[in-house]
């Protein structure tokens, strides 16, 4: 497949309510969506980026920079036998795994479209119906936190993940653990422990928590090592994992027992395949993380959450949870079961809707 085209194009788009985490508050997103053509169709995705640079060093300025001036010039004209070549190709540029991945799925949503295939298809993955959780913001009171986890529940998910930070932790778990006993709980708390609060986060234990997310500092596998050997939570890695060589580090010293994949933090869907098969090898399960994106970002995440691998359930959940109105058509829409079900047309098999995208673009350059 040869790249021949690729517009970037910012949009914004409030949530439905604010999402409150250790590090931020967000009420309305500016989402970086991606349009690559190429042999005469298109292919849609979505940089994960944020606004801000507190998830990652990466915001929709950088990725729109990298994209433009060093990404889109790596690879335009080019012949790839595949989209599955397109990751490698781009190693020089160190980092901006965002940006890479937001152009490296393009493509793949372009080679699947062309395939006529879907796209989850042509990545190999093989569960059709993929089970999901939700990602519960801070809230302001604990009595409207077990409100919406109750309305979460009864809307069939699977896990509940709540976002936890210093002082914010205890009294919401014990909450919930009380109020719900039996159902699949977790925390994140997007790095905002220190390893001296390691016998703090071991009393988690009493929580019987599925699992306890990236507790400690993003570039700190071996305090979660630490943490990790001192307590029988299991603790998942998101934003320490970057790469296929950070994955095989944080397994083999013991850092973590589960991984979080997001195709944004990873750089598209070739990485994020190598960490999958490697966490299968080493019977490390894996999940989808989210980050809030629109319905092209989301349609992604649940073409890579076919792959076998993906056993727990993930933070890809309906699209009415987070818009009025999404993007995409139809809306991602979640079963009674709390799963989603892969679909069998071409490409993502969520059509951008090129109207709303059109109102709602406040930037887009087309780059040849
Ligand atoms: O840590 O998983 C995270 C959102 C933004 C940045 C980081 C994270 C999240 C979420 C939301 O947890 C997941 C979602 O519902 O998209
Ligand atoms: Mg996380």
Redo the contacts with the bound molecule.
């Keep these: 497949m040869k790249l021949d085209q690729l517009t970037l194009r910012e949009i914004h788009l409030r949530l439905v309510k604010p ?1 409150e ?1 250790s590090f931020d508050r967000t009420t309305e997103r500016r989402v970086l969506l991606l349009e690559v053509r190429s042999g005469g169709v298109s292919g849609w995705a979505e940089a994960t980026v944020d606004a801000d640079p507190y ?1 990652s060093y990466e915001t929709i300025d950088t990725a729109w920079h990298i994209l433009r001036d060093f990404l889109w010039p790596m690879v335009r004209g080019r012949e790839f036998g595949s989209a599955a070549e397109i990751y490698d190709s781009l190693a020089r540029v160190r980092g901006h795994n965002m940006a890479k991945g937001g152009l490296e799925t393009a493509a793949w949503d372009a080679e699947a479209r062309q395939k006529n295939v879907p796209l989850w298809r042509l990545l190999g993955g093989t569960r059709q119906e993929i089970p999901c959780g ?2 519960i913001g801070i809230k302001p009171s604990v009595s409207e936190l077990i409100d919406t986890v109750g309305e979460e529940l009864r809307a069939g998910y699977q896990r509940i ?1 709540i ?1 936890i930070k210093k002082g914010n932790d205890v009294e919401p778990l014990a909450a919930l653990r009380e109020r719900f006993p039996r159902i699949r709980l977790m925390g ?1 708390a ?1 790095c905002d422990y220190k390893p001296e609060d390691i016998p703090h986060l071991k009393t988690f234990e009493r929580f019987f928590l599925m699992m306890l ?2 507790p400690l500092a993003y570039d700190d596998l071996y305090a979660h090592r630490e943490l990790q050997q001192a307590t029988s939570t299991p603790i998942c890695l ?1 934003e320490c994992i970057h790469s296929l060589a950070h994955a095989r580090a944080a397994i083999e010293i013991g850092a973590c027992k589960i991984i ?1 994949i997001k195709l944004g933090r990873v750089g598209g869907h070739t990485a994020a395949r190598r960490i999958h098969d490697l966490c299968r090898d080493r019977s490390v399960p894996v999940w989808c ?5 629109s319905g092209v970002g989301r349609a992604h995440n649940i073409a890579m959450s076919t792959l076998e691998n993906f056993t727990l359930p993930g ?1 890809v ?1 309906a699209s009415k949870r987070y818009w009025q109105e999404d993007i995409i058509d139809p809306p991602v829409e979640v079963s009674p079961q709390g799963t989603i079900q892969a679909p069998e047309r071409r490409g993502s098999g969520f059509e951008p809707k090129l109207d709303m995208i059109e109102r709602l673009t406040v930037r887009s350059e087309v780059l040849r």
């Design positions: 999402f985490t998830y939700v990602s993940k976002k994140d997007n997310e990236q998101d979080n993380g989210g980050m809030l994106e933070d959940s």
